[in-house]
């Protein structure tokens, strides 16, 4: 990492859900939460709790420096809701094929 940009992964045993449009997507106690410098917290869900046969696969790819590139999933109505980095960084490899959405609901939160 560079100087002044930290990030740190930690195993998080609340209940992450992810609802769009009255649908659950993904609902896991064993989501992975990232914090980094200067972003929100985001919760990383591994892929056996996420509905993935919901997803759409997206063209869209986007690189961070911190973790790496990162690939994209659509579901009706959100271009690009989830995302996942595939082969990230080391420091950040724990998150690896995790799914992470823009909108997360957290219970104990």
Known sequence: MTQGHTITIEQDARRVRVVRDGE????????LLLKETGCP???????EDVRT??????????????????S???VPGAQDLVWA??????DVAAVKDHL???ETEVDGA
């Open 41 to 47: 917290a985001r919760y990383y869900i591994p892929p």
């Open 72 to 74: 994209y999933w659509s």
């Open 85 to 90: 980095y595939r082969e990230p960084k080391a």
């Open 24 to 31: 659950v997507l993904a609902e896991s106690t064993r989501a």
């Open 53 to 70: 046969e919901l997803l759409t696969p997206s063209d869209t790819t986007t690189y961070c420096p911190f973790k790496g590139h990162a």
């Open 100 to 102: 992470c959405f823009y």
